[in-house]
């Protein structure tokens, strides 16, 4: 059988190069100041969607990112790793969005894709580690969810199969189509880009970005209509206004501190058993570590 599947992707800044610029004063991210990458987990995802479309003649893989118009960027990734399509939710007024209000707008926003077998998302994003967008986004839609998943072993018969990744070991579950699942960064990784995707790919814009472009390839977009990335406003997905960004967001951040880790002093032990024992005990003591 053949699955219509959307795959949930963000752009996150890279934690890993946090200063001291990476949050404004209202205690909202500064996404100008750092590196932005594709979600890891949503990269573990979209390889389980692709799994899918392998195995199933006939399936699409469809990405939806909220974000600024640079996060068109990842659905251009998509694309170059065997995505058919995908559609950017960018406004202002989305702008300091929590996990409820991203859930909201992206679950309009699948309401408006309209058909759809399975969604497929990372467990959680680098930028929040709240695990809270994909169960949301399924509540609000009414379906039946799956988290923490490691493998999609099946799909047959109206139902899915799938292996989850729990911290005391593992277990399979079904659950009937559609469904909702979140992706553990213990599955699978992504495969890297096709390079023939990305010769088909690479000018592939949304209305934004074609506005601010060089007018050398403006005549592609007219004879290759998959270059066009669907772009939509909160007015376009019939969002209430007052549910998204910072309005429709209750969680507020009320402090951020950076803490730098530094090497006072150091020890050198002897190899011997009996080192590691008394180094264990003086760590024990000093409340290092238990």
């Known amino acids: 059988m053949s ?3 959307i795959v949930l992707a963000k752009q996150v800044p890279d934690t890993r190069n946090v ?3 990476a949050m404004k004063a209202d205690g909202t991210v500064n996404r100008a100041a750092l590196p932005a990458i594709f979600n890891p987990e949503d990269l573990n995802a979209l ?8 195995a199933h003649a006939g399936t699409t893989v469809t990405l ?7 996060a068109a960027e990842i659905i251009r990734e998509g694309l170059y790793r065997g995505a058919d399509d995908g559609y950017l939710l960018t406004d202002r007024a989305f702008a300091g969005s929590d996990t409820l209000a991203t859930s909201y707008a992206l679950s309009m926003a699948i309401r408006k894709i309209g058909d759809f077998d399975v969604i497929i998302c990372g467990r959680q994003a680098i930028d929040g580690d709240t695990a809270q967008v994909g169960p949301q986004v399924a509540e609000k839609l009414g379906l039946p969810q799956i988290t923490y998943a490691e493998e999609i ?3 047959e018969n109206g139902r899915i199969t799938v292996k989850r990744r729990l911290e005391r070991g593992v277990e399979t579950v079904e659950a009937p189509l559609p469904v909702l699942i979140t992706v553990n960064g213990s599955a699978a990784d992504c495969r890297p880009r096709n390079a023939q995707f990305v010769q088909k790919y690479k000018h592939a814009k949304t209305v934004t970005e074609k506005q601010e472009a060089n007018s050398d390839y403006m005549h592609l977009y007219s004879s290759r209509p998959y270059l066009n990335l669907t772009e939509w406003s909160v007015a376009d997905v019939g969002a209430d206004v007052v549910q998204c960004g910072l309005s429709g967001s209750p969680t507020k951040v009320k402090k951020i501190e950076n803490v730098v880790f530094q090497t006072k002093e150091s020890k050198t032990l002897e190899p011997k058993d009996e080192a590691i024992d008394e180094l264990m005990k003086e760590l024990i003591m000093n409340h290092t570590i238990g």
């Open 3 to 5: 699955l219509k599947i």
């Open 19 to 21: 200063g001291k610029d």
């Open 47 to 54: 390889e389980q969607a692709l799994r899918l479309k392998e």
């Open 64 to 70: 939806l990112t909220m974000g600024p118009a640079r």
């Open 153 to 155: 072993r099946a799909v």
